[in-house]
């Protein structure tokens, strides 16, 4: 897998349900860093978490990181349809690289 | 402010042909990044600068492409000749103090024929 591999590629749900996306990576990391990505445009971030913390909350987005199992997870709490967007994580490694995942899609059915 | 700005949008041109985008970052930010994102290779980081000056080119797949950054206002990366594979969507970022929150631009998106 790559650094910095999200999981699943595609998600589907109903408005007001949570999502779940998870990413993994290889290598020691600074951060991790999600980001949002409507059609057509530039990706927006969400939310930054360093390698020593566990846990952050944004509004309805909640982020953790595990660095014993290299894995981060977002979940989106009650959502909207304004949150389909395709999701990335970035892993920002101990030697200055930013690697962003494939991404995952999420749709949200009004 | 603004946001980053990126121009042109949208460019076709075609093949051997020279390619010239541009990014006006956010005023004050003192990182600059280019991206190039496609199906098949996702978002991939091509340069960085910090302060001006370039510090990691690694990810620019050929010397077709180069990368410029005249002033802490203003950014070029050029291909010549441009390729068919070129054809992506181009993105600038920039950031305040490193590889933290990256503020993106809009994209160009370029096709080359």
């Known amino acids: 897998s790559q650094q910095g591999e999200e999981d699943p590629q595609a998600l589907s749900i109903q408005e007001g349900e949570n999502a779940t996306m998870n990413c993994s990576y290889k290598t020691s990391i600074n951060n991790l860093q999600w980001y949002r990505q409507n059609s057509g445009r530039g990706l927006v971030h969400l939310i930054l978490i360093r390698s020593n913390e566990r846990e952050k909350h944004s509004g309805r987005l909640r982020v953790t990181l595990d660095t014993s199992k290299k894995s981060s997870s977002l979940l989106i709490t009650a959502s909207r349809a304004a949150d389909t967007a395709s999701y990335f994580c970035?892993?920002?490694?101990?030697?200055?690289?930013?690697?962003f995942g494939p991404g995952t899609s999420l749709s949200v059915i009004p | 402010d603004a946001g980053v700005i990126q121009s042109p949008r949208h460019e076709v041109t075609e093949m051997g042909q020279e390619v010239t985008l541009r990014c006006k970052p956010i005023?004050?930010?003192?990182?600059l990044f280019w991206y190039r994102q496609t199906m098949m290779r996702g978002l991939e980081l091509l340069i960085y600068f910090n302060n001006n000056v370039p510090i990691d080119d690694s990810g620019m797949p050929e010397d077709r492409f180069s990368a410029k950054m005249p002033n802490a206002s203003f950014s070029t990366l050029k291909i010549q000749p441009s390729e068919p594979r070129d054809s992506a969507v181009y993105f600038c970022?920039?950031?305040?103090?490193?590889?933290?929150?990256?503020?993106f631009g809009p994209g160009t998106r370029l096709t080359v024929t």
């Open positions: 970022a920039s950031s305040l103090g490193g590889f933290n929150e990256q503020y």
């Open positions: 970035a892993t920002v490694t101990s030697y200055d690289k930013v690697i």
């Open positions: 005023s004050g930010h003192d990182y």
